[in-house]
């Protein structure tokens, strides 16, 4: 089993910028490494959406249409670790934010994860 722990939420006013951060631990190994890392966001009364995917080289990256150019993935396999940083906070950014992983080398949709993390909360305020 892999569990993932995510990190950095909190309250920010739009424009603001904040950075999340998920941990990977148990039996990550090699797994980890060759795992495809993606965040996901749930707002209330939404279903839960993708926001962004990372390869498992950490060469491919994708984003959300409304993310692009506003938030970066990244990853960090010496540290098992994966991270996202968000700019440009908006309002309707605001939203429980979930790390994923895959046994997949890349993985873009939620049906293609195995592992979540609990969540971190975001809110942006006006």
């Known amino acids: 089993q892999v569990q993932l722990v995510e990190s950095g939420g909190g309250l920010v006013q739009a424009g603001g910028s904040l950075s999340l951060s998920c941990a990977a631990s148990?039996?990550?190994?090699?797994?980890?490494?060759?795992?495809?890392m993606g965040w996901f966001r749930q707002a209330p009364g939404k279903e839960r959406e993708f926001v962004a995917a990372?390869?498992?080289?950490?060469?491919?990256?994708y984003y959300a249409d409304s993310m692009k150019g506003r938030f970066t993935i990244s990853r960090d396999n010496a540290k098992n670790s994966v991270y996202l940083q968000m700019n440009s906070l908006k309002p309707e950014d605001t939203a429980v934010y979930y790390c994923a992983a895959s046994v997949r080398p890349i993985a873009t949709i939620l049906d293609e994860y195995d592992y979540w993390g609990q969540g971190t909360q975001v809110t942006v305020s006006s």
């Open positions: 148990g039996r990550t190994g090699r797994t980890f490494s060759v795992s495809a």
């Open positions: 990372i390869s498992w080289s950490g060469t491919s990256t």
